[in-house]
């Protein structure tokens, strides 16, 4: 089955500066990659999402690259703030748009101001 | 949007008792439910595939006797953890795939065995 890997599992920035996470994943059927934000006790939130027919999108403050040939998908966050911190899970489904949703162990975001 | 009702937010529950977690759907008829666990500081795992009608798909190693999944309606989905143990104690969530990739979250169950 799907396996999804995601790094840093932690992860520091300074007010205003940007963060990346990076993911990978397993199987190539995969075609659907959405990015989801939690605070501690909460659902997870959609952030942003990627289809495998772009490379990449961008929302805001928020883009996602996705290299399917690599099977790497990144997270890049700019102009950092405070309310940013999280923990940002990566994740990946099947070809059906009805398949379950397989998730990266995840990245603990802080951001310092 | 889509919106799915999960309750209850919170139960304590004592070792061997058993516990039911609903959730249902209150927008939208859903035939496939993903059920996920969460331990803390870890990620959401999938616990098994809740299909309307007929029985659940389960992941490897999950204890299909120990979490009975019932789908009787579109719109309702449960989780009953029986004869729970402190082990057991984690954070349950749902979802659902609303079409077009989306899905929707439960708000979650905060499940404590003592």
């Known amino acids: 089955g799907e396996n999804v890997e995601q790094h840093p599992s932690t992860l520091s920035v300074q007010e205003g500066d940007s963060a990346v996470i990076k993911c990978t994943y397993s199987?190539?059927?995969?075609?659907?990659f959405p990015w989801y934000k939690q605070e501690l006790g909460k659902r997870p939130q959609l952030i942003i999402d990627i289809r495998s027919n772009v490379g990449e999108k961008k929302d805001q403050r928020i883009a996602v690259t996705l290299n399917k040939t690599a099977k790497h998908f990144s997270l890049h966050i700019t102009e950092t703030q405070p309310e940013d911190s999280a923990v940002y899970f990566c994740?990946?489904?099947?070809?059906?748009?009805?398949?379950?949703?397989?998730f990266g162990p995840g990245t603990s975001l802080s951001v310092i101001p | 949007g889509a919106v799915v009702s999960q309750h209850p937010s919170r139960v304590i529950c004592k070792s061997g008792t058993s516990v039911k977690i609903e959730c249902r759907s209150l927008?939208?008829?859903?035939?496939?439910m993903f059920w996920y666990r969460q331990f803390p500081k870890q990620s959401l795992m999938l616990m098994a595939t809740s299909n309307e009608g007929s029985k659940a798909t389960y992941e490897q190693g999950v204890e299909k006797d120990k979490f009975l999944i019932n789908h009787a309606s579109l719109t309702l989905s449960t989780l009953t953890v029986t004869s729970a143990h402190p082990e057991d104690s984690s954070f349950y969530i749902c979802t659902y795939p609303t079409g077009d990739y989306g899905y929707t979250f439960g708000s979650g169950t905060r499940l404590t065995v003592v």
């Open positions: 994740a990946a489904s099947f070809e059906t748009s009805y398949d379950k949703v397989i």
């Open positions: 199987d190539s059927a995969s075609n659907y």
């Open positions: 927008d939208f008829q859903a035939t496939t």
